[in-house]
C-alpha cells in the first residue's frame, strides 16, 4: 500500500504542470517578440520595394493577409485567456483556427511558386534559395495542425503553435539583419545558418527555460518539436548547397 502512495505522489510531481499564474504574461511576451521578429524584416522589405516600384502578385497580397490574420488571431486568443474566456476562446479556433492556418499554409507554398518562377529570367536569382523559402513551412504546417488538433490538450496546444510561428519567424530575421550578417561572415553554412535563424533559436530556447524555471522540466512534446524544426533548417541548408538542388528548384518551378 506504501508503494502505491509513494508512486502515486511520484506521479503527481513528475506531471508536467498544464498552468502557472505566469502563463499569461509569458504568451503575450512571446506573441509580442513574434509581432516584432516578422514586422522587423517584412515591414522595411515592403518599403524597399514599394520605392523600387516593384508589385507585388495576388497571392503574395493573400499570404500576407493572411499571415496577419493569423497573427491577430493568436493575439485575440492570449487576450481572451487572459481576460478568462476560455469558452470565447475555443469558439474562436474553432471557427478560424483550421482554415486560416491552412490558407497561411498553401498561399506560402504557392508564393513562393509564383514568385520564383517569375524570377527565373533575372540573371541574379539563385533558384536554390527555394529550399530555405519552403523550409520554414514545414514546421509552421506540422506542429500547427498538432496543436489545432489537440485542443483539449491546452499545454500542448498553445506551445505548438507558438512554435509553429517560431519556426517562421526566420522570414523576418533574415530581411531584418540576415543579409548583413552574410555580408560579414560570408555565404557559407555558418553564414547561411546565422542570417537566418538565431531568433528561432534564441525563442525556442526562451520557451525551454521558462517551462524549467516554472515546471522543473521540459513539456514532453518541446524537444521533438525543436529537433523537427531544427531538422528543417539544417536540411534546407544542405539542400541549398546541394549540387543537384538548384537544376531540380528549377524543374519545379517550371523552368
Known amino acids: 500500500m506504501l508503494d502505491k502512495i509513494e508512486a502515486a505522489q511520484a506521479f503527481v510531481i513528475n506531471e508536467f504542470r498544464k498552468t502557472h499564474p505566469r502563463d499569461r504574461d509569458a504568451v503575450l511576451i512571446m506573441i509580442a517578440l513574434l509581432w516584432f ?20 502578385q495576388l497571392v503574395t497580397h493573400l499570404h500576407a ?7 491577430a488571431l493568436l493575439t ?3 487576450l481572451l485567456i487572459r481576460e478568462a474566456k476560455p469558452a470565447a476562446h475555443r469558439a474562436n479556433g474553432k471557427r478560424f483556427g483550421p482554415i486560416l492556418g491552412i490558407i497561411v499554409a498553401v498561399s506560402a507554398v504557392a508564393t513562393v511558386w509564383f514568385a520564383d518562377h ?10 536554390a534559395v527555394m529550399a530555405f523559402q519552403l523550409g520554414h513551412v514545414f514546421p509552421f504546417a506540422v506542429l500547427t495542425a498538432i496543436g489545432l488538433a489537440n485542443t483539449d490538450q491546452p499545454d500542448l496546444h498553445k506551445r505548438m503553435i507558438l512554435l509553429g ?6 522570414a523576418g530575421w533574415s530581411r531584418w539583419i540576415g543579409l548583413d550578417i552574410r555580408e560579414l561572415i560570408g555565404q557559407g553554412y555558418a ?4 542570417g537566418r535563424y538565431p531568433l528561432s533559436w534564441a525563442l525556442m530556447m526562451a520557451m525551454g527555460m521558462y517551462d524549467q524555471i516554472t515546471r522543473g522540466r521540459l513539456h514532453p512534446a518541446f524537444l521533438p518539436a525543436v529537433g523537427f524544426t531544427l531538422f528543417t533548417q539544417v536540411g534546407a541548408a544542405f539542400l541549398f548547397f546541394a549540387s543537384w538542388w538548384p537544376s531540380l528548384a528549377v524543374r519545379i518551378l517550371g523552368g
Open 165 to 170: 510561428i517560431v519556426g517562421i519567424v526566420d
Open 118 to 127: 517569375a524570377r527565373l529570367s533575372n540573371p541574379d536569382f539563385n533558384p
Open 76 to 78: 485575440w486568443q492570449a
Open 37 to 56: 521578429g516578422l514586422l522587423a524584416g517584412f515591414i522595411p522589405d515592403m518599403l524597399r520595394n514599394m520605392i523600387k516600384g516593384r508589385e507585388y
Open 191 to 194: 553564414g547561411q545558418l546565422l
Open 65 to 71: 493577409a493572411s499571415s496577419v490574420g493569423w497573427m
